[in-house]
């Protein structure tokens, strides 16, 4: 078994951004993991690509994985709607699963994740979300601010990134898509409360995006 070294393994920490959840459970975000329930999210990423025999396959899982952590608009049927994925501490350790198993395959041996590495995502004191909107031109998310609502209270993000520039949508809806992340303090908000992200555009325009953090681990 091969045991990534630290700067590749620091490299994949850095693009778990872009893997998606692998399972489809419903309980609250965890905020706290023990090793053992680590371990078990790194397995139930990295099952699905293991037992993948062709990129057709591992399109699939990745496909009927996407949803499990966004909240707000299903793509497969509102693709213009407004949307987040809550890059979770258990969405990152499966997606370092995928990225295992897709390493062991390529290596032709077992690659497993350093355990400094799964003890830094399970100490992670934030979570970083990605909201996706649509917009009337390439530059309407600029600017964009974000914030939660849980009731009455309301939670600023400690970061948020700069809203990438508008890429031309092809389906129904407003011209364009963008993207932007913004990072929230576990310790802020209640990882167990019905809530609501609202964007605010330069235009005044307000998006609600609806998110049940019961049915998000």
């Known amino acids: 078994m091969v045991v990534w070294g630290k700067r590749t393994a620091a490299a994949v920490l850095g693009l ?3 893997l998606v959840l692998g399972s489809s459970a419903v309980w609250a975000i965890d905020v706290n993991l023990s090793s053992e ?5 790194l397995e139930t990423g990295r099952v699905p ?3 993948a025999n062709s990129q057709e396959e591992v399109k699939k899982v990745l496909q009927q994985a996407s949803l499990v952590t966004r909240v707000g608009a299903d793509p497969e049927t509102d693709p213009c709607g407004a949307s987040a994925v809550l890059r979770t501490k258990r969405y990152r350790l499966e997606a370092f ?8 395959k390529k290596r032709k041996t077992d690659v497993r994740m350093p355990e400094e590495f799964i003890q830094k995502v399970m100490d992670m004191p934030n979570m ?3 909201v996706q909107l649509c917009g009337d031109d390439e530059y309407f998310a600029e600017g964009s601010v974000i914030e939660l609502q849980q009731g009455s209270k309301r939670i600023k993000p400690i970061d948020t990134g700069k809203a990438e520039r508008g890429r031309k949508n092809e389906t129904n809806g407003p011209a364009f898509r963008s993207r932007f992340t913004a990072v929230f303090a576990y310790e802020q908000f209640d990882p167990n409360a019905s809530s609501v992200f609202v964007v605010n555009l330069q235009d005044g325009k307000e998006i609600r ?3 049940e953090f019961s049915k998000v681990k």
Request: proline residues 4%; charged residues 35%.
């Open 16 to 18: 778990t951004g872009s």
């Open 209 to 211: 995006i609806p998110a």
């Open 37 to 41: 329930e680590a371990h078990k999210a």
């Open 49 to 51: 690509i293991e037992k």
């Open 128 to 130: 970083e979300i990605e």
């Open 97 to 104: 699963g995928r990225q295992e198993a897709a390493e062991s």
